[in-house]
């Protein structure tokens, strides 16, 4: 069997550090990364071109293929087209609900104060790609930026001999504005700093391998990133009325991910354990990417665990802090009003999470790695910038005046304080 079903009473230091301490795994890279970097900052086009042929084995002539993905539309076929279409519109529908509103309200006499959102000029969105078809990704990547209305949405994709016309149709439905074959630390580089032919952006976005997760952690600070994500993970909380067999699919479905993949099935019932333990190992052999969902299910941050309680399985889930969480139990809505922490989460048995990870509209662009306990997926707040605005009357400065000239005087900034009573005695003589 794949997977053996352990009780979470039994689980030693050792295994909670893995289920819990999760990394993306870049420290290995991270010194490659930072040369390559360095050399794209430094030496542009040349340096991409060179590590592109080095890593990607490709020789790439342009390096700019926006065109490219507008006739990858006429290249695919209707159904595929008619997909891509629909989830990119499901997509934007449920960001175009997360648009803020500009606001001014009056607060007690004389206090007028509000807050506005303005979207970022250029973002670059990494899209996954070369010879593999992740149209997703350039969706999920894409449309919110275009949606926050974004000036100049620029993509970066890996190459290949021959391009998934698939992605590239993807991109361009989705509203980018340049696109850029180019992939790995290189492509993160490009976007960070500018070369020649890559237009410089002020935020990098997007799903990578550990490669690419190094080079945003490596240029953050000189553009900002949305987060460092890794492998990806779900959790999938069950109690006694779950179908094994539909809690194993999650499992397997997020393990052929990659081998790295993180995938937790938590219940407490002894039943429900011992027949998803027995459904993963009989879906595992009937996938084509068995062998690497066998290695994900086998990751010290797998498993099939049993809680002795509810509360102990949404208590190990919230210190888990999943990517994907899916909650397949009688009471649902109760078990999520417990759990703060997690990236996107699916309620009930008929919303897999494939659903989300291709067309429900949610994005599937999410933290891992427990980074769910301070930040969010993907969005329309990723691309924007929040600006308070004020206006004070005479009556309102009037009322604030010994307040802030008490606390200025008190910090030892009487230029501060200045301002205020030279704005006072003025209103005073006039």
């Known amino acids: 069997m794949t997977v053996e079903m352990r009780e979470i009473a039994d689980l030693g230091p050792g295994d909670r550090v893995a289920f819990f301490e999760r990394d993306a795994g870049i420290e290995a890279v991270s010194g490659d990364v930072r040369e390559i970097v360095d050399s794209v900052r430094e030496e542009g086009d040349v340096a991409v071109r060179e590590f592109t042929s080095e890593f990607d084995g490709v020789e790439v002539g342009n390096l700019e293929i926006t065109d490219d993905c507008e006739r990858a539309v006429e290249a695919v076929d209707d159904e ?6 629909t989830a990119a519109a499901n997509v934007r529908e449920f960001h175009e609900a997360q648009l803020p509103e500009d606001w001014r ?7 007028e104060l509000g807050r506005r959102f303005r979207p970022l000029e250029r973002v670059g969105v990494y899209v996954p790609g070369g010879s593999a078809a992740y149209p997703s990704s350039a969706i999920m990547g894409v449309v919110p930026a275009v949606v926050t209305g974004v000036d100049h949405v620029v993509v970066v994709t890996p190459p290949a001999e021959e391009l998934n016309p698939a992605t590239l149709a993807a991109i361009h439905v989705a509203g980018a504005d340049e696109v850029f074959s180019v992939g790995g630390a290189q492509a993160v580089a490009g976007l960070a700093y500018g070369t020649e ?7 990098v976005v997007g799903p990578g391998n550990k490669w690419v997760t190094a080079a945003k952690a490596e240029v953050r600070g000189d553009v900002e990133i949305d987060f460092l994500a890794g492998p990806s993970e779900v959790v999938v909380v069950a109690d006694g009325t779950a179908d094994p ?10 393990a052929e991910h990659d081998p790295n993949a993180s995938v937790v099935a938590v219940t407490d019932d002894e039943t429900v354990a011992e027949g998803v333990a027995r459904a993963v190992d009989e879906q595992a052999s009937a996938r084509e990417r068995e062998d690497v969902i066998r290695d994900a299910l086998s990751n010290d941050a797998s498993g099939v665990l049993l809680a002795r309680s509810m509360s102990e399985a949404i ?3 919230e210190s888990y802090a999943p990517e994907h969480l899916s909650i397949v139990a009688d009471d649902d809505e109760s078990i999520l009003e417990r759990i703060d922490s997690a990236g996107s989460v699916f309620l009930g048995p008929e919303t ?9 509209g949610t994005n599937h662009v999410l933290p891992t790695n427990g980074s769910a306990r301070i930040t969010g997926g993907l969005s329309v707040e990723t691309f924007l910038r929040s600006t308070t605005v004020q206006r004070l009357s005479a009556e309102g400065l009037a009322d604030l005046g010994e307040t ?3 606390l200025a005087d008190a910090e030892g900034l009487e230029a501060h304080a200045e301002s205020v009573r030279l704005r006072l005695d003025r209103e005073r003589d006039a």
């Open 80 to 85: 595929l087209l008619e997909a891509i279409e």
């Open 105 to 111: 309200e009056e607060f007690g006499d004389g206090r």
């Open 315 to 317: 208590l190990f889930t």
């Open 404 to 406: 802030v000239t008490t």
């Open 352 to 360: 897999p999470v494939a659903a989300g990870d291709y067309a429900s």
């Open 197 to 203: 032919t890559i237009t410089s952006v002020q935020k």
């Open 245 to 254: 067999e539909l809690v194993a699919s999650e499992l397997v479905a997020q």
